[in-house]
């Protein structure tokens, strides 16, 4: 037998209900919000992902599908979505317009991590991407916009946020990390010494307990802001204190991708176990410039369907459509053509082989349906259908009229 790939696994039945639930209740807020649906390739060059999500990243470090195609051509299974959306912005020639462009996306990423609960290697995600928008007004929108989407699936979360500066006052603060560092570095672990001179800021968010305590003292973004990146993050804070949005500012929070700037937040929960993290985003406004396109603000997010499905609310699935069957073999032919007939505007399931009563209706039921139709001899030979209405638990005799009832 052979089964699927470790790290990758199947959605059936309740599973695949719980996705279609959660990417159809997920869009409809985002529609709402101006978001339009995009597709873009699972394959990319590498050189995006290096470029874009970062070199330094453990994304594209350690967990890349990354291989040499048939052409030669280095190529990757997509770890993300952001950079796909941006690479296709551009394609688009959508940077020279300078106008606002908002789009959703939903499908499989792909990272080879070591998998265990919460972590595959691959999963899916269900994201927005906004371009042109530089306010902060937008970063409250989006946030908000999660926020609405989380309440419509019934989850509770934790809002985590920081700001991660700019190019005005990050290099600055880039400097006064290492200079911490270097003083610490004895105590800290091989990954965190190794991102000193590759990515300090990656540092903050090390899980090793030894290397957090001699953190602990770390001089800290938030108290190193420029003007403008401090003023929009206090604009943010007062924003969702007046939406009633509850967050928690947490200086440490980095998230594992390296285009981010000002704005990036967290979603997490605490009923799914260690990988707790929802939903992530934030600002990239370099991005686009950074992909060879014209410099354009950004700012997108992306939860963790798989996490998700674990958390959902489900509504009651109701009882939907028709179940059609023959009481006896001539009257299957009967039963196909309304069949078609009906199935030009609701679901029908057919029972081919003939039956009893006892039989059929035991089939309506499992097939979760609302109206249970069934022909005999009787109703063969006067034109009709027998009709029942599972939820009212009401029948009659309907005759067929047009080849419909
Ligand atoms: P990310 O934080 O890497 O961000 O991933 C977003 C979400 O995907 C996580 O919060 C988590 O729920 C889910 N996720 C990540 N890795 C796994 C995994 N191995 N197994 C299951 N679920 C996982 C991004 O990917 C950015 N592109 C988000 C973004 C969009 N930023 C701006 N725009």
């Known amino acids: 037998m052979i089964n699927p790939l470790r790290g990758m696994k199947d959605l059936t039945f309740e599973e695949a209900r719980r996705f279609e639930y959660i990417v159809a209740t997920s869009s409809q807020i985002a529609r709402r919000y101006g978001y339009r649906y995009i597709e873009t390739p699972i394959l990319e060059e590498t050189a995006l992902f290096k470029r874009s999500v970062g070199e330094s990243s453990d994304i594209v470090g350690k967990e890349m ?6 052409g030669g051509n280095d190529v990757c299974m997509r770890p993300e979505g952001t950079a796909g959306v941006v690479r296709a912005f551009i394609s688009a020639k959508l940077d020279r317009q300078q106008g606002k462009h908002k789009f959703f996306y939903y499908g499989p990423m792909f990272r080879y991590e070591r998998p265990q609960k919460g972590r595959l290697r691959q999963f899916h995600q269900f994201g927005c991407e906004s371009f042109g928008e530089e306010s902060v007004y937008e970063d409250f929108t989006l946030i908000q916009m999660l926020t609405q989407i989380f309440d ?3 989850i509770g979360y934790t809002l985590q946020i920081n700001s991660l500066g700019c190019p005005t006052c990050m290099p600055d603060y880039r400097t006064q990390l290492v200079g911490f560092l270097e003083g610490v570095k004895g105590h800290l672990c091989e990954d965190c010494n190794r991102r000193i001179t590759t990515n300090p800021i990656r540092t903050l968010d090390c899980k090793n307990e030894s290397c957090q305590h001699h953190l602990s003292a770390a001089p800290r973004i938030t108290e190193n802001l420029c003007e403008s990146c401090q003023s929009d993050f206090e604009t943010l804070q007062r924003l969702l204190d007046e939406a009633g949005i509850a967050y928690e500012v947490d200086s440490n929070l980095v998230r594992g991708l390296d285009y981010y700037s000002k704005t990036a937040f967290e979603f997490v929960s605490d ?3 260690a990988q707790s993290a929802i939903a992530g985003g934030g600002r990239y406004d370099r991005l686009v410039e950074f992909l060879d396109g014209k410099p354009t603000p950004a700012i997108g997010f992306a939860l963790g369907i798989e996490r998700i499905m674990e958390l ?3 509504p009651k699935a109701p009882r939907e ?10 009257a299957l032919s009967s039963i196909l053509r309304l069949a078609a007939r009906k199935r030009l505007s609701d679901t029908v399931t057919i029972e081919y082989a003939s039956k009893g009563f006892k039989s059929h ?3 309506a039921d499992k097939a979760h349906a609302r109206y249970a139709v069934l022909i005999g001899e009787n109703e063969l030979k006067d034109g009709t259908i027998w009709i029942k209405d599972m939820e009212k638990n009401t029948e009659e005799t309907r005759r067929v009229e047009d080849g419909d009832f």
């Open 361 to 363: 209706m035991k089939g």
């Open 65 to 70: 599908y990354q291989f040499e195609d048939k």
């Open 312 to 314: 959902v609310q489900m």
């Open 152 to 154: 419509a699936l019934g």
């Open 271 to 273: 009923a799914i176990g």
């Open 321 to 330: 459509g028709y179940y059609m069957g023959a009481m006896t073999p001539e």
